[in-house]
């Protein structure tokens, strides 16, 4: 499968915490994404890194990449209740037009 | 702007029976995807079309098909419906423009949740 991973799978933190999630990777890419989910709905853009960039902030977000490890994390910087969601990560392969998309953290922000 | 749209929200159907999905795209977007997603396997790639052509497609055996019309509206078709069928089946646009990577990103519609009995 070319599909990423993200780890941990589930996280837990209280509100005002910062919450780090990890994603792996297998192929060559053109740029790395992170989407967020709520509980049945659709998947919502929060930024792009292009692979040769190897940090980037967008608000309370910090992405870093590295491709020699194909990884990146996603970090959320004192988080909140409404950060409550699944995160998933979604890599754009250097040839073709799909992407795809690792298993998700399952993130839960605690009043 | 209006986002994507996919209809019907909810779908149940039984074992045998085909179902056909709708998904709108943004207006402009000529690209649109499918993904399944269940709880097990996450989001699975399903195929993608682009001027009504299908570009790529995922691993899904040939009962999953689908179109995309003139106007970038895009349907899929399950035929002969089967349990493991049973999943949150997403849309996707893109706006196309070579050369400018911020213009990959995906935007989603809510979904269709297809249930299977």
């Known amino acids: 499968s070319q599909q990423g991973e993200e780890d941990p799978q589930a996280l837990s933190i209280q509100e005002g915490e910062n919450a780090t999630m990890n994603c792996s990777y297998k192929t060559s890419i053109n740029n790395l994404q992170w989407y967020r989910q709520n509980s049945g709905r659709g998947l919502v853009h929060l930024i792009l890194?292009?692979?040769?960039?190897r940090e980037k902030h967008s608000g309370r977000l910090r992405v870093t990449l590295d491709t020699s490890k194909k990884s990146s994390s996603l970090l959320i910087t004192a988080s909140r209740a409404a950060d409550t969601a699944s995160y998933f990560c979604?890599?754009?392969?250097?040839?073709?037009?799909?992407?795809?998309f690792g298993t998700g953290t399952s993130l839960t922000v605690i009043p | 702007k209006a986002g994507v749209t996919q209809t019907p929200r909810y779908l149940i159907k039984t074992r045998g029976q085909q179902v056909t999905l709708s998904c709108s795209p943004i207006?402009?977007?000529?690209?649109v995807s499918w993904y399944q997603q269940t709880p097990g396997q996450g989001l699975q790639f399903l195929f993608e079309y682009f001027s009504e052509t299908q570009r790529n497609k995922g691993n899904f055996p040939g009962r999953f098909s689908g179109r995309q019309f003139s106007n970038s509206r895009s349907e899929m078709n399950v035929s002969t419906l089967e349990l493991g069928d049973s999943a949150l089946y997403l849309c996707a646009s893109k706006l196309l423009a070579t050369g400018d990577s911020t213009n990959e990103k995906l935007f989603f519609g809510s979904g269709t949740q297809l249930s299977v009995l």
């Open positions: 890194i292009r692979s040769n960039e």
């Open positions: 207006s402009g977007h000529r690209s």
């Open positions: 979604a890599t754009g392969a250097i040839t073709g037009n799909q992407f795809y």
